[in-house]
């Protein structure tokens, strides 16, 4: 195996200790087209999972091999199987991969034939080494894919309905909400099966279907308790968005919680966790206009507010930016200096009600803008993808009761362009903690800075790592580990060399 360029370096860094390493270049013949990070229904690093495209066996069919790591990177099982080409004018792209038990893999894949598009899935059965036919969602129902190039082109016909497809790991399930060709106002419920296809329940949330009223739903996110829909009623615009709490054992709707209406003050964004059987909502917040979503140009704080198991509000509260003057310069819309917006980044909900929300100094060149986009989903997707500025972090730090307790700043070089420094985060310390990475490029363009940041029971502690690679040739990115530790991938598709080493990380 050859010896990774970063083991000199590393073996000098104290912040690392040496770890396992894993050559994927030799894991498996063939071209990797697909990986992903498997989680398990603690939202914890399971493991990891690449896929090989090993070509054509006949004209019909390509060989595929699957090799499973676990958090470790030691290799726990692998296998080859057959997927099917179909048609010679229908695509197939690699989505994802998920863990839904100890023992079986939903892999999902998006089919494009003609102006169809729709998602397809299979299940890996790891123990037994085998893999399922494939499925799809069609008008109502999961049936298997034909391999039969006649009869699959006959399924491909008269599709009113198709699914997007929604691991549930705190279930074992299958969700499936019903998405239609052409008219979304035609769109109905959402299906919730097992893993062998069995239909458990189904949640109608669209009951009046007209072409101007009707209602959207998406998934906020699931706990053991519940599962949180996000739901919005529209009369041509937009009029309200509720929070929905679902049983996953037959679907049954707990309660609504009506977030934001015509009649609210603000327009929000929305993030939320589910902590001793209550949902903990934050975000930020701008003054309401009607048929709009948050204007960050006009961001007037950040927000909590609690519900209890049966969707009562125990606690709300809006903080002002004026509460933060003492630690930092900043106006009425969250500007601060040289007039950069403080655009938020992650908000952190610990265990014991605090919260701790990370926002980053931006600024959009004068063709950029940020975009009205919907409460759900990621904060930052709004911003355009024009020139841009971004520099230093600003991490706000808030008490049970959202009383300021400290603003930290963490410096990083001003960063141009498309590029975002924020990396990932993981939860530690049974929720009791947070650990935060982002990438800081220098003005050298073979080295950069990997920030590694905790807060752990309210401590913030703070480490920048020179990492560079000795021949420009070779590219480093990090990955998201188990708990204490990060994997850092070096790799050049010329020469076939694609290493990956997991590091500790002490904090």
């Not at 179909?86 to 197939?92: A, D, G, K, N, P």
């Not at 038990?101 to 790891?126: A, D, G, M, Q, V």
């Not at 009205?372 to 841009?388: D, F, H, L, S, Y």
């Amino acid at each position: 195996m050859k010896k990774s360029l970063l083991f000199t370096f590393f073996m000098i860094t104290m912040s690392f200790i040496q770890a396992q390493i894993q050559d994927l270049a030799s894991l498996a013949v063939g071209e990797i087209i697909g990986s992903n990070i498997l989680y398990d229904s603690q939202d914890q690093v399971y493991g990891y999972i690449y896929f090989f495209n090993q070509g054509e066996v006949d004209k019909d069919n390509i060989q595929m091999e699957y090799v499973i790591l676990d958090k470790n990177l030691n290799k726990v099982s692998n296998n080859t199987f057959i997927r099917k080409k179909y048609h010679r004018l229908l695509s197939q792209n690699y989505i994802s991969c998920s863990l839904i038990n100890n023992n079986e893999l939903l892999l999902k894949f998006e089919l494009n034939y003609k102006t169809l598009t729709f998602e397809s899935y299979c299940i890996i059965y790891i123990k037994e080494k085998t893999i399922s036919p494939d499925y799809w969602y069609k008008n109502g129902d999961i049936i298997e894919i034909s391999k039969n190039k006649t009869e699959f082109n006959k399924q491909l016909k008269k599709v009113k309905y198709k699914g997007s497809i929604y691991v549930d790991r705190k279930h074992n399930a299958i969700c499936i909400i019903e998405r239609q060709e052409t008219k979304k106002h035609l769109n109905k419920f959402i299906r919730y099966y097992n893993t062998k296809n069995e239909l458990l329940w189904s949640y109608e949330y669209n009951p009046v279907q007209k072409i101007n009223i009707f209602n959207t739903v998406a998934i906020e996110n699931i706990s053991q308790n519940n599962i949180y829909l996000l739901e919005c009623n529209y009369n041509i615009y937009p009029l309200e968005y509720k929070i929905i709490a679902l049983d996953p054992t037959n679907g049954k709707k707990k309660y609504e919680y009506i977030f934001e209406n015509t009649r609210s003050k603000y327009n929000h964004t929305l993030i939320s966790k589910e902590i001793n059987n209550q949902l903990i909502i934050c975000g930020s917040y701008s003054k309401f206009l009607k048929n709009s979503n948050f204007n960050l140009e006009k961001n007037l704080g950040f927000f909590k507010i609690v519900l209890d198991n049966n969707g009562k509000e125990i606690f709300k509260k809006y903080s002002q930016w004026n509460e933060f003057n003492k630690q930092i310069e900043i106006d009425k819309n969250g500007r601060v200096e040289k007039n950069f917006r403080l655009l938020p980044t992650s908000f952190y909900i610990f265990k014991d009600g605090t919260i701790s929300i990370l926002t980053e100094k931006y600024k959009p060149e004068k063709n950029g803008i940020w975009l009205p986009i919907p409460i759900i989903g990621e904060i930052t997707q709004g911003v355009t993808k024009a020139n841009r500025k971004t520099t230093d972090f600003i991490l706000f730090s808030m008490d049970k009761d959202f009383n300021f307790k400290s603003v930290k700043t963490i410096q990083k070089e001003l960063t141009k362009g498309y590029s975002h420094d924020y990396l990932f985060s993981q939860y530690i310390k049974n929720d009791t903690g947070i650990a935060f990475f982002f990438i800081d490029y220098l003005k050298s363009e073979k080295k950069w800075i990997l920030g590694v940041n905790t807060i752990i029971n309210g401590k913030i502690k703070e480490e920048k790592i020179p990492i560079y690679s000795k021949e420009d040739k070779y590219t480093i990115f990090p990955i998201k580990a188990k708990e204490g530790y990060i994997i850092l991938n070096e790799y050049n598709e010329k020469e076939k060399y694609n290493q990956i080493r997991l590091e500790k990380i002490n904090f």
